[in-house]
């Protein structure tokens, strides 16, 4: 090994230990943290925005395009998409080429000479809307030299990535953009929300679909919110005359941050640096062609602008800046701890409403179980009660309701003359129904509660009755001339009387006797009804019961999850504050093996180089701490 090999080995090794101090730093970082601090060895630029807001010319602006060209660039690299719509379906990673040819470095590992880009990109989206492409490898497009500026300087080893995931309505590219967005966008250096400048809404936490550009307030390093269209609105044209001798950059970016404060989510004061306003392609052509008298003015605060943010995208590709991020980690952790108190208070007050109408409900089940319980006690209660009137009110208490209008009414006339039997027979017809209606005023009186309507009596007998008068007819003389005949006639009536009290009797003990049946299986059916009701209203209650159950097992779970995510990242704040004293260890650390490293080489040349070495290494930390390298 050459003499110049060894010092390039040793320069080379300049920030292992920041990079070691990093690494074992990060390792102690809840995994909560860590998505979003750790970075690839790839310098990934992440540009997000809905369509029609410039990120195609912006892109084409950092990579260094001439203004003359940009149109041409543009129409290309979308291959065929109408203006409107998502041009960018694969990361790419833009390069200048060593000559005037496109050339691309396709996902096969293939390298190509294109003469037809826009047909290869239109083929290429064509592929995974289809659904034959799903890789997310790099595709890297060299840009024919005559494209760019003479004055721009060497491009960086950057990939741009323009996610199309905004309004990508094709599955295959949804499903795509998904795959494109873990890989890349999670570990991407720097993250560029692009929006048009009348719509500061866009930055909305709420309208940032993915979960890793949802923190980017709290990461005022990593991400840059670029504005586009930022100086060709009226309201800002009328600004800029009213303001002529004190428009500046610093007095621009304070009146728009002033304007971002008016949103309804917080913005910390140190975001204002991280916004870029801009103007560029036609509407910034659109500007000078009709405001001349304020271009010059508008476009040196424009070119500022862009030239902080083009040294911001530098500084973000040296890994020195990178390490700072984990002075991000007490911030990313109070966010966090700050959201998830927010997001447990949302729902843990969601389970509590969800218990307390679970309990209404429940109540309910066992009140209506209570009522239903009570109504099965009503049933074998009147069941009882009828069963007892049928008990009480038997046939043979029909029977003798008449047995004693027979014995008290039905007595023999003292006038033994046919008149007189005949006389008899008249009014000892009308007793079977007075009797009836008797019966019927009794159960009245005795018997409310039972409701029963016995209706009309039955009718009496009628040949019985006219046989019986016939015979009287018979007669030639009124009076009797034996007494048994006389007797043997009033038995005759008295008999009839009797079979017909005997039938009233009957009639009236059967329809008591059917309508207490009917009641009772009426009874009978209520109670099974009930029943069933009643073993429903269990299986309900005990449903809910164990949806209950649940329920506070998960308002639980809640709780012991988010009290064990705070205490994680309470910790991580803690830990967060210890990361200067990770990089002091392991610079001094460094500093100390070279010392040895120095003291025990022999070779004269080589210990010189560790004299230089060691002298290189002395710069590091400030240049760490710094940002610069």
């Known amino acids: 090994m050459d003499n110049n090999q060894d010092w390039l080995e040793l320069y080379q090794q300049r920030d292992q230990w920041a990079i070691t101090a990093y690494e074992n730093f990060i390792n102690q970082v809840d995994d909560a943290l860590k998505v979003d601090l750790t970075r690839s060895d790839q310098i990934t630029i992440v540009v997000y925005g809905s369509t029609q807001v410039g990120k195609t010319s912006l892109i084409l602006k950092i990579l260094g395009i001439d203004d003359a060209h940009m149109s041409e660039v543009s129409t290309l690299l979308r291959g065929g998409r109408e203006i409107g719509k998502s041009a960018t379906i694969m990361p790419i990673r833009y390069r200048k080429s060593e000559d005037n040819q496109w050339h691309i470095h396709d996902i096969q590992g293939r390298d190509t000479a294109v003469s037809t880009v826009e047909e290869y990109f239109k083929n290429l989206r064509a592929s995974v809307e289809k659904g034959q492409i799903n890789t997310t490898n790099i595709v890297d497009v060299y840009i024919p030299q005559y494209y760019f500026a003479h ?31 873990t890989k890349y966008a999670a570990n991407a250096d720097l993250i560029l929300l692009v929006g048009r400048s009348d719509d500061l809404a866009f930055i909305n936490p709420s309208r940032l679909i993915l979960d890793q550009f949802k923190y980017w307030t709290s990461q005022p390093s990593r991400f840059r919110v670029i504005l586009t269209r930022a100086f060709s609105p009226a309201t800002v044209i009328d600004y800029i005359k009213k303001n002529q001798d004190t428009f500046n950059l610093d007095a621009f970016k304070d009146r728009i941050f002033q304007q971002l404060k008016t949103h309804d989510f917080p913005v910390p004061q140190e975001c204002r640096d991280i916004i870029f306003p801009l103007e560029f392609g036609d509407s910034l052509a659109n500007i000078q062609e009709k405001h001349l008298e304020y271009f010059e003015l508008i476009d040196s605060v424009n070119q500022q602008s862009f030239k902080l943010l083009h040294e911001g995208i530098c500084k973000a590709a040296n890994p020195y800046s990178r390490f700072k991020n984990g002075f991000d980690v007490q911030r990313l952790a109070k966010i966090r701890i700050e959201e998830e108190k927010e997001r447990f208070n949302e729902k843990d007050e969601q389970f509590s409403q969800e218990l307390r109408d679970l309990r209404a409900i429940m109540a309910k089940f066992e009140q209506e179980i209570e009522d239903v319980a009570q109504q099965q006690v009503d ?128 009639e009236a003990w059967m329809r008591l006797t059917n309508y207490i049946n009917q009641q009772r299986a009426q009874l009978k059916n209520r109670d099974e009804s009930l029943d069933n009701r009643l073993k429903q209203l269990v299986y309900g209650l005990k449903n809910k019961q164990d949806e209950l159950f649940k329920l506070q097992q998960q308002k639980s779970d809640l709780k012991i999850c988010h009290q064990n995510f705070i205490a994680r990242m309470t910790t991580s704040q803690q830990h967060g504050k210890s990361f200067e004293e990770f990089m002091k260890i392991s610079f001094e650390q460094a500093r100390l093996q070279c010392k040895n490293d120095f003291l025990n080489e022999r070779d004269p040349i080589k210990k010189f180089y560790r004299l230089w070495y060691s002298m290189l290494l002395e710069t590091q930390y400030d240049e760490m701490m710094l940002g610069v390298k």
């Open 151 to 181: 004055q721009s300087e060497g491009m960086l080893d950057i990939r741009i990535l323009d996610l199309p995931g905004i309004q990508a309505k094709n599955e295959h590219e949804q499903n795509h953009v998904q795959q494109i967005s």
């Open 379 to 506: 049933c074998l209660s009147n069941d009882e009660y009828f069963r007892m009137i049928q008990e009480e009110y038997s046939l043979d208490w029909f029977q003798m309701q008449y047995e004693d209008l027979a014995n008290e009414f039905y007595t023999i006339p003292d006038d033994k003359s046919v008149s007189s039997l005949k006389e008899k027979a008249k009014v000892y017809t009308s007793y079977p129904k007075s009797r009836w209606c008797r019966i019927v005023e009794y159960f009245d009186k005795n018997e409310e509660d039972l409701n029963v309507s016995f209706g009309l009596p039955p009718e009496l007998d009628v040949e019985t009755f006219k046989v019986y008068d016939e015979k009287l007819n018979r007669y030639i003389t009124d009076f009797y001339w034996s007494e048994s005949k006389f007797k043997k006639d009033y038995q005759m009536l008295k008999t009839a009387l009797i079979k017909e009290g005997e039938k009233f009797s009957q």
